[in-house]
């Protein structure tokens, strides 16, 4: 249903989002920012260009994450299938299988994913859930080798003047639902995802990057587990 807009809103979107004009896109920066990443998603469903001639995006995704993605720090919005907007804080070391996600407040959640465990921890009531990662889309992040003709089926790829889509579901389990990964196309880069949920629901969360430094350097310590909150507990 989202995609009833006009598909032509997501190009214009995307235009003036480059150009920084962020004021155009509505009157809420973070309104405005979940606007035009729907509208991107919609209009590379939607868009055809006979002209141009067909590119290999499953290769370029592939040696994008393999060889040129090391790193990540990025602000972030999510936006839930009811609606509900948070912000916070990503920090990834792709092959080094570490990703965390710190949410600002009122939202009180951390995710952290290391040594092959997905840890959610609320910081309001101090209590942890743990689960192994495979158990979530976000184990294709942390492969150390990406291989999306081996482990991972392409259910979809949709392409627009300005950005690519591509939705991937896990090989042999399809109860884990499924995750799509959204692309600028110049420069070819990571512009957030959509986790869809397999449940009768249609449940789906969207992230959102943006102020993203791509490669740079941080610590290991990022990614220690809840150490500072946990020293606030005792």
Not at 87 to 95: A, D, E, N, W, Y
Not at 135 to 157: A, C, G, M, Y
Not at 197 to 221: C, H, M, P, V, W
Request: charged share 30%; net charge positive.
């Amino acid at each position: 249903k989202l995609c009833t807009d006009n598909a032509v809103m997501g190009a214009i979107a995307w235009e003036r989002f480059r150009a920084g004009q962020f004021e155009d896109l509505d009157l809420n920066f973070e309104a405005g920012v979940v606007r035009l990443f729907l509208n991107l998603c919609c209009y590379a469903k939607d868009y055809q260009d006979p002209t141009e001639s067909k590119i290999d995006w499953i290769t370029n995704v592939e040696n994008y994450f393999n060889n040129e993605l090391i790193s990540v720090i990025s602000d972030f919005v999510q936006v839930s299938s009811r609606g509900s907007i948070s912000t916070g804080k990503i920090f990834m070391k792709r092959k080094k299988g570490l990703m965390k996600l710190y949410y600002d407040d009122p939202n009180p959640n951390i995710v952290l994913v290391k040594d092959y465990k997905l840890t959610h921890f609320d910081r309001d009531l101090k209590e942890k859930t743990i689960i192994s990662v495979y158990s979530s889309p976000l184990t294709f992040f942390l492969e150390k080798k990406i291989d999306l003709q081996r482990n991972v089926k392409v259910v979809s790829q949709d392409e627009s003047p300005n950005s690519v889509t591509l939705t991937l579901k896990k090989k042999g389990d399809e109860k884990d639902g499924a995750i799509t990964l959204v692309f600028s196309k110049k420069p070819f880069q990571l512009k957030g995802w959509i986790i869809l949920e397999n449940n009768n629901y249609g449940r789906q969360t969207q992230i959102i990057l943006k102020n993203t430094k791509l490669n740079a350097a941080f610590s290991d310590k990022e990614f220690d587990t809840f150490s500072l909150i946990d020293k606030k507990e005792n």
